[in-house]
């Protein structure tokens, strides 16, 4: 039982790197499209991410609090198609669950002000992915400027963190049919986890950012004694 766990972990773990690796290079979230959707559906009074300083706080929680929940319907109606197949189809089941996750964090980041046009920036996305996932990256951040290796490692990181999780929560997926519900509602509370978790994230270097905004504005704003 032990080496079919283990060799179960080892097939979710690959599984979950390849689907990882391919999201981070084919997905991402246009931010200007994204930018007036945002506009159109919450009324934000902004013209670019970095007005989101602009806004209060609650209401990005809000918008945010709906990026998720919309995520996490997304999911679970992707978790009961695929789950209809069980352990067959749960390859394919990571590919998109990687896509679906990988945006929802895109969009939180762009939610609470932070774009991801640079390196460092699309570091910084994964930084908050991995966080997400509950990977302490340690001395790896060391090599943060050094996107190139940081990022594969982080995904390596991620997938062996996520796999012992899916190894215990997915068994079920193994009866087809059966699998299907159990596909809808793990991909629903597994959207909703790392949701949460990157939605902690950004909104506290969100409002680290916005003191430090806020503290230097009132340094401009105090007479020089000179």
Do not use: C
């Not at 087809?176 to 994230?201: D, K, Q």
């Amino acid at each position: 039982m032990m080496a079919d766990k283990s060799w179960l972990r080892r097939r979710i773990e690959k599984a979950l790197t390849k689907a990882l690796t391919r999201a981070y290079e084919t997905v991402k979230v246009d931010p200007q499209r994204f930018l007036l959707e945002l506009r159109a559906a919450h009324a934000l009074p902004v013209t670019s991410f970095q007005g989101m300083y602009s806004v209060e706080p609650p209401v990005l929680d809000t918008v945010a609090e709906q990026v998720i929940h919309s995520a996490m319907k997304i999911a679970a109606a992707e978790g009961a198609g695929f789950g209809l197949g069980g352990f067959i189809t749960i390859v394919p089941d990571f590919s998109i669950l990687a896509a679906i996750t990988l945006r929802t964090i895109q969009k939180l980041s762009l939610v609470y002000g932070f774009e991801f046009n640079t390196d460092e920036e699309m570091a910084e996305l994964w930084i908050a992915a991995a966080s997400a996932a509950g990977v302490d990256l340690g001395r790896d951040l060391l090599e943060k400027s050094v996107v190139n290796k940081l990022i594969p490692r982080i995904i390596q990181h991620i997938a062996a963190k996520a796999s012992a999780e899916f190894v215990e929560k997915w068994a079920g997926r193994l009866i087809p049919v059966v699998s299907s519900l159990i596909g809808a509602t793990l991909n629903y509370y597994f959207i909703r986890g790392w949701g949460e978790r990157a939605h902690a994230h950004f909104r506290q270097k969100h409002l680290e950012l916005r003191q430090r905004m806020l503290q230097q504005q009132r340094v401009e704003a105090t007479p020089s004694l000179s």
